[in-house]
């Protein structure tokens, strides 16, 4: 069975930085584009970041370009999203998410983490 788990959530100040994991199984990695969503509450769930299967074409919407980078390490079933530059906007449950293409859509993805919280504040 597919597995994807995210970790390295937490709390940060305004302008600091934190580096998000995901770890994956149960499927062929390098087959998969991967992607990185968030949600607040009460709000649509959004892209910030995708990547293609080996890792040479990410993509970004406008409002994260560059603060986020993703990357990926196909060797260890992982892809990362580094954030720096934080905002108290970018508070936010983040989701990991495995899909057939890179593309900036939730409906796009299969596969999905159980999300890691990110907590931008003073």
């Known amino acids: 069975q ?40 009460g709000k649509e769930r959004e892209a910030v970041s995708s990547i293609n299967w080996s890792g040479s074409t990410p993509y970004y919407p406008s409002f994260v370009k560059g603060r ?6 196909n060797a260890k079933n992982t892809v990362y999203l580094q ?21 900036l859509d939730t409906h796009g993805y299969r596969y999905w983490g159980q999300g890691t919280q990110v907590t931008v504040s003073s």
């Open 2 to 41: 597919v597995q994807v788990v995210e970790s390295g959530g937490g709390l940060v100040q305004p302008g600091g930085s934190l580096r998000l994991s995901c770890l994956v199984s149960g499927l062929t990695f390098d087959d998969y584009a991967m992607a990185w969503f968030r949600q607040i509450p």
């Open 68 to 73: 986020f980078t993703i990357s990926r390490d």
């Open 83 to 103: 954030m720096d530059s934080l905002k108290p906007e970018d508070t936010a449950m983040y989701y990991c998410a495995a899909g057939p293409h890179p593309i």
